[in-house]
């Protein structure tokens, strides 16, 4: 149980359109799922949480206005790179967190979704 | 605002030989704790977490870890590492059950033959 699913799972595109990366859990209800991002050969780090039906909380540094996110329902979140840029090339991880099995502090992760911009 | 200390970028080690990769983190009261394995291109699997209780926990694959709150620390053993255990390792550390996790830089683990 607790199977956390991103779409795609790689995706190429072309500087100044957009891409939109899809997260789902499953098996389970995220009431929280976060975003990471990753570059290469180096460590996670946290974009933003988004909880269902409000608005999302972004890091500090993080553009919210170039990384959209929404979260419409219990089981799917989604973050938009607006207007994209070879810099946002990397490695989008999604995490949710749920009541499976009542670990509501265990972060259940997607296997990442790699972008690449050209 | 928390943070976690992964001393070790790269590691090699013997297959067979034991393993502890270190862990420090910083937080004002009691921590989630969190090793999580990745391999190369992949997403994360948690191997192990220490919510509270016995201090030394043990995880999937052979691996357990103990924290120890006088040093802040919550390092990961194994007594016998396998080829398959390359990978990147990383700490990670919560302080509440809606927060993101603050992970360490990862420590690269490197399995001589």
């Known amino acids: ?41 180096q460590s996670l780090m946290l974009m933003a949480t988004s909880n269902e039906g409000s608005k999302a909380t972004y890091e500090q540094g993080v553009e919210k206005d170039k990384f959209l996110i929404n979260h419409a329902s219990l089981t799917l979140s ?6 994209a840029h070879p810099e946002d090339s990397s490695f989008y991880i999604c995490s949710a967190i749920g ?20 | 605002a928390q943070s976690v200390t992964q001393p070790d970028i790269h590691i090699t080690v013997s297959e067979g030989a034991s393993l502890e990769l270190r862990c420090n983190y910083s937080y004002g009261a009691t921590p989630y704790l969190f090793w999580y394995v990745q391999s190369p291109g992949q997403g994360l699997q948690l ?14 694959k052979g691996f357990e870890a103990e924290f120890k ?44 033959p």
Request: aromatic share 12%.
């Open chain 1, 1 to 41: 149980g607790a199977v956390v699913s991103q779409h795609p799972s790689r995706v190429i595109c072309k500087s100044g359109t957009s891409v939109k990366i899809e997260c789902r859990s499953l098996d389970f209800q995220a009431t929280t799922m976060f975003w990471y991002r990753q570059f290469p050969k």
């Open chain 1, 99 to 118: 009541l499976a099995g009542g670990l509501s502090y265990e972060q259940y992760f997607g296997p990442g979704t790699r972008l690449t911009v050209t």
């Open chain 2, 47 to 60: 191997l192990l977490k220490y919510f509270s209780g016995d201090t030394l926990v043990q995880g999937i």
């Open chain 1, 78 to 83: 989604t973050l938009t790179v607006t207007s």
């Open chain 2, 69 to 112: 709150r006088s040093q802040s620390s919550f390092n990961l053993r194994k007594p016998s590492v396998h080829w398959s255990d390359a990978a990147e390792y990383f700490c990670a550390v919560v302080g509440g059950g809606a927060d993101g996790l603050t992970f360490g830089k990862g420590t690269h683990l490197i399995i001589q």
